[in-house]
């Protein structure tokens, strides 16, 4: 798990309504991986990562780098729930790991700090 100090990991619920979609969307950072894993699954739902469209298979997780821009269908006619959670992203060592927790942390420091003085 990505681990951060009142940033994550995260872990959410994704409920899409039945014939809706979420429209094209980027995340904000790539030192994390976004897992998605199907939990209802009626059927006839899409997922697009980049230039790559594939269906949702139930037990089948998707990773990505949620920075690649990403949509979501739901064509059926009923609720599909995903489990969304993160991960560091595979490609960043122990070290740069350390660095990255290192920066949230001090930034947080910072932010508190800030927030505490009365200024703007």
Do not use: K, Y
């Amino acid at each position: 798990m990505a681990r951060q100090s009142r940033l994550a990991p995260t872990a959410m619920f994704s409920a899409l309504e039945a014939q809706t979609e979420i429209p094209p969307h980027t995340g904000s950072t790539n030192i994390r991986a976004i897992v998605h894993l199907p939990l209802i699954l009626p059927g006839r739902c899409r997922f697009r990562v980049g230039n790559v469209t594939r269906e949702w298979r139930m037990n089948e997780a998707w990773v990505f780098d949620d920075t690649i821009e990403h949509q979501v269908w739901n064509d059926s006619s009923e609720l599909r729930v995903i489990l969304i959670f993160d991960v560091w992203n595979p490609f960043l060592s122990e070290a740069e790991r350390a660095l990255v927790t290192e920066m949230l942390r001090a930034r947080n420091e910072f932010q508190a700090m800030d927030s505490g003085s009365g200024e703007g």
